[in-house]
């Protein structure tokens, strides 16, 4: 079974300009949810999405959105990029049955860099 | 939510066991106890998890205190392939796919 696929893998951006991730999960799973690592704050959760819809989100501004398709694959999306939003970010899927979620499976993330 | 407590670092000896401590003293009934590691250059990966009881898998063992305060994972035979941040996760699995990580214990293993 193939893992959580992230693109790209690493991205340069400049200050203002926007930026759109991509995850692909496990075959199956309906659950991602995104985090974001830096080295002064660790990592954070963000958000999740299941079954098309936000279940939860993280302490971030505005600037900071996603959604996911039908097929389970999830899109975040940061506009007026921050020098600040550079980092790591990580997605991870995971299989819901009857609300109970077990592991969560992490991709390699995307390593974003704002100049 | 509920905070974990861990020590910063800790080193080992290959093929010994490592005995990795956590204390989450504001620990609530339906909170569940996780643990993750992330080797270098990678994202996060699963270890394994409990509520109440010592748990066993091929990667590890969770013992969980009586009180479920504090927990510890154990590594059996460290290989230097563990060398890695493991983090001590309290889930109350109402809360879905959200993991709030702490700053974990940055695990080396000497050869």
């Known amino acids: 079974k193939a893992g959580v696929t992230q693109t790209p893998r690493y991205l340069i951006k400049t200050r203002g300009q926007q930026v759109t991730l991509s995850c692909s999960p496990i075959?199956?799973?309906?659950?991602v949810s995104w985090y974001q690592q830096t080295p002064g704050q660790g990592l954070q959760f963000l958000f999740e999405y299941f079954s098309e819809t936000q279940r939860n989100k993280g302490n971030f501004p505005g600037r900071f959105s996603g959604r996911q398709f039908s097929n389970s694959r999830s899109e975040m999306n940061v506009s007026t990029l921050e020098l600040g939003d550079s980092a790591l970010y990580l997605c991870a899927s995971s299989l819901l049955a009857g609300g109970i979620s077990y592991e969560q499976y992490f991709g390699p993330g995307t390593r974003l860099t704002v100049t | 939510d509920a905070k974990t407590t861990q020590p910063n670092s800790m080193e080992s000896n290959e093929e010994e066991p490592v005995h990795l401590p956590c204390n989450h003293s504001t620990i609530s009934g339906t909170d569940y106890i996780h643990w993750y590691r992330q080797l270098p250059s990678q994202g996060p990966e699963y270890v394994i998890h409990g509520l109440t009881s010592n748990v066993n898998n091929r990667m590890a063992s969770l013992a969980i205190a009586e009180d479920r305060k504090s927990s510890t994972l154990i590594l059996h035979r460290a290989t230097l392939r563990d060398a890695a941040v493991y983090y001590c996760?309290?889930?109350?699995?109402?809360?879905?796919?959200?993991?709030?990580f702490g700053q974990g214990t940055e695990l080396s293993v000497k050869p």
């Open positions: 996760i309290l889930r109350d699995d109402n809360q879905g796919g959200k993991l709030i």
């Open positions: 075959s199956g799973h309906r659950s």
